[in-house]
């Protein structure tokens, strides 16, 4: 066993964790914000386009946060594999 990639590992798992959790969670506002100001042609609405901007904005960040934060978990898991497999 190799206890600096176990330590390593269990980190990145820990932060993979943290990352897709807040995301997940932002997107879900997110989108019940378009459910809930949604016009009848199905277009969501905004008081103005700043609004509209940072919400386009805030779906992509946290869209690549979701990825980023899949791929981080990813590499944990390949860590604490090899570090049980260390001899």
Do not use: Q, W
Request: net charge positive; with cysteine; aromatic share 8%.
């Amino acid at each position: 066993m190799s206890t600096p990639a176990l330590l390593l590992g269990s980190i990145l798992v820990a932060i993979s964790i943290f990352m897709v959790t807040k995301a997940r969670k932002k997107l879900t506002t997110l989108k019940e914000y378009e459910f809930e100001n949604r016009s009848a042609d199905g277009v969501v609405e905004f008081a103005n386009i700043d609004l509209s901007r940072a919400h386009t904005a805030d779906k992509g960040l946290y869209t690549v946060l979701g990825i980023v934060g899949f791929c981080v978990g990813l590499v944990g898991v390949a860590l604490l594999v090899a570090g049980f497999n260390v001899r």
